[in-house]
């Protein structure tokens, strides 16, 4: 049965990152704008959550992963449209106005602090999923605390927030947001997948 739940779990992981009906990278050409859900990943854990012995005790934890995923995927998506919103949103036809604009990016995350919260959430999750399994697996990459990040000499004296946004444009951000998403899905899955086989 476990088994079948951890091929199960990667089969959907898989699809994750390959089906094209459910495109879940930004298409950059131009400017234009995704349109994308993680409903169907949402509905894809649930099915195999389902499966799990619900009066185990990795069965609690499998639900607050998942739970803590949507909220953080939520979150993801809300911080998205801001974004685009504050760089002047989408034209008539669907595309970002200013997917170029770096000054007003850089006021948002760094001076308006944007870029902490958002690091201080993914941390938070990395910590939810590290106390299940004891592994490190960082989403936020930070010169303080990543060894590689902080032996690149321009990199030392840098903060998340100025590593990553302070001369970025706004289409790059997004494209680092979505780059987060796969990381989450990706350390979600790995995650239940350990709890599944865990299971008494």
Not at 4 to 18: D, E, Q
Not at 21 to 39: A, I
Not at 131 to 159: C, G, M, T, V
Request: contains cysteine; proline residues 2%.
């Amino acid at each position: 049965m476990i088994k079948k739940l951890t091929f199960i779990v990667f089969t959907l992981l898989l699809f994750t990152c390959t089906d094209k009906k459910y495109p879940v990278t930004t298409e950059l050409n131009n400017g234009l704008v995704k349109e994308t859900t993680f409903k169907y990943v949402n509905d894809g854990i649930t099915q195999v959550i389902n499966l799990a012995k619900k009066d185990s005790v990795q069965y609690s934890k499998i639900i607050e992963v998942h739970e803590t995923t949507k909220r953080l995927l939520h979150f993801l998506e809300q911080y998205e449209e801001t974004l685009v919103n504050i760089t002047g949103g989408y034209n008539e036809n669907g595309q970002y106005l200013n997917p170029n604009e770096k000054r007003i990016v850089r006021a948002y995350m760094i001076q308006r602090g944007a870029g902490l919260e958002l690091k201080t959430k993914l941390d938070a999750y990395s910590k939810l999923l590290a106390s299940y399994h004891q592994k490190d697996w960082r989403i936020a990459e930070d010169p303080k605390q990543s060894r590689w990040l902080f032996n690149q000499l321009n990199h030392q004296s840098l903060s998340f927030e100025q590593l990553h946004f302070a001369n970025t444009k706004m289409i790059d951000c997004i494209t680092i947001l979505n780059n987060y998403r796969m990381k989450i899905l990706l350390y979600e899955s790995l995650t239940i997948n350990l709890l599944l086989m865990d299971q008494k």
